[in-house]
Nanobody, 123 residues
Framework: QLQASGGGLVQAGGSLKISCAAS????????VAWFRQAPGKEREFVAA????????YYADSVKGRFTIARDNAASTLYLTMNSLQPEDTAVYYC??????????????????WGQGTLVTVSS
């Protein structure tokens, strides 16, 4: 089970760090990712990585502003978001799955999802 937390209200240009903790298991052997869904829009890819390490992947819209990281001992995934803009407003979901690299940006590659945490960026 994945539990996302840390969302909130932030002004444009500000920063926020959201978390996703795994309970009843670990992320070992999985790809992990963050997706987001704004009102009236489809869920979209934000960032991903293999839990074991290696390349990190980002959507073009967040590259250079967002960082995906993990704490292995705490079985917790993080997303640090800097220079936030109103268009970043969305519910952010963490996800885990046995995704292959070619599918790592796709919703269908993940079968474990957190409940979502709302990030609101005011202008």
């Amino acid at each position: 089970q994945l539990q996302a937390s840390g969302g909130g209200l932030v002004q444009a240009g500000g920063s926020l760090k959201i978390s996703c903790a795994a309970s009843g298991g670990t992320f070992n052997g999985y790809a992990v990712a963050w997706f987001r869904q704004a009102p009236g829009k489809e869920r979209e890819f934000v960032a991903a990585r293999r839990w074991s390490g290696g390349t990190t992947y980002y959507a073009d819209s967040v590259k250079g502003r967002f960082t995906i990281a993990r704490d292995n001992a705490a079985s917790t995934l993080y997303l640090t978001m800097n220079s936030l803009q109103p268009e970043d407003t969305a519910v952010y979901y963490c996800a885990a799955g046995r995704a292959i690299i070619s599918e790592i940006r796709r919703v269908r590659a993940y079968n474990y999802w957190g409940q979502g945490t709302l990030v609101t960026v005011s202008s």
